[in-house]
């Protein structure tokens, strides 16, 4: 396959880093008020309207985040911005910052914000994300709070949806924040999207037994592929796939639980 070149500039994979632990991150967000929390006000007036209620919890979610082990600053800056009771049904809002998944209809879910900012943070440690992201592939669109999420850290996101009612409930949910570089699609996730090929980044939010060979041809050099997979004893486990011209390094993190990778529409 001849790739295309990549939206950033490639580098050889670089090894995959265990689990970080707590730092004098989460001493630095320990301290930070809620008013005072390092969010640039243009980005909170393009995320939409904010709650005063959901302010403090919010920060306390994010507080939490860098207590487990989340160091970037970004990731955790995008988390603060990002108004996840925005995204579930208003009977769940109370749970929004909770570190919990929640549903969102037909089986769905939302993703933990821990399993969110960790994957995210995964991305941004790659070589692409050092030099500053390109194009990424969701897998997944849900409700769309990752993809809002990775609209902040990332020049485009494409984000896939097999179910028709939850493409159109992340279209809405989106709208009011009119994050242009977002690309809406409603296809078979386990094919990615060729169109946008190559990658610097694809993140699944489902997991098979294995990575669809499509998403490894589909990831531009230098590029990282983070997904859920089934690991031995039938639990999921965090896989990281990076691509060099070398081909592709598999290293295997934590256990995980998602939701099962579907083919076909809905």
Not at 12 to 31: C, D, E, F, I, Y
Not at 146 to 159: F, G, H, I
Not at 190 to 198: I, N, Q, T, Y
């Amino acid at each position: 396959m001849t790739l295309r070149k990549p939206g950033f500039p490639a580098r050889g994979a670089l090894p995959v880093s265990t689990k970080p632990q707590a730092s004098s991150v989460h001493r630095q967000w320990a301290r930070l008020p809620a008013e005072l929390s390092p969010v640039p006000m243009a980005v909170r007036e393009s995320l939409g309207p904010e709650s005063v209620d959901f302010t403090s919890a919010r920060l306390r979610m994010v507080q939490r985040l860098a207590a487990s082990g989340v160091q970037h600053t970004r990731v955790l800056k995008v988390m603060n911005s990002v108004l996840r009771h925005q995204f579930v049904d208003s009977a769940l809002a109370v749970q929004a910052y909770e570190d919990t998944s929640l549903p969102i209809g037909l089986g769905q879910t939302i993703s933990k914000p821990s399993v969110v900012a960790r994957m995210c943070e995964l991305l941004l440690q790659s070589p692409a994300g050092k030099m500053g992201l390109g194009r990424i592939l969701e897998i997944g669109t849900g409700c769309g709070y990752q993809a809002a999420v990775l609209s902040l850290m990332a020049k485009e996101v494409y984000t896939i949806e097999r179910l028709r009612a939850l493409h159109e409930k992340a279209r809405v949910n989106l709208r009011p924040l009119r994050l242009a570089n977002v690309h809406l699609i409603l296809g078979d996730g386990m094919l990615g999207f060729e169109k946008g090929a190559p990658y610097a980044g694809i993140i699944a939010a489902a997991g098979g037994d294995s990575v669809p060979q499509a998403w490894c041809d589909q990831l531009a050099e230098g590029g990282r592929l983070v997904a859920p997979v089934m690991g031995p004893g039938q639990q999921q486990v965090l896989l990281v796939v990076d691509r060099s011209a070398d081909g592709f390094q598999r290293t295997v993190l934590e256990h995980v639980h998602f939701v099962p990778l579907k083919s076909g529409l809905g």
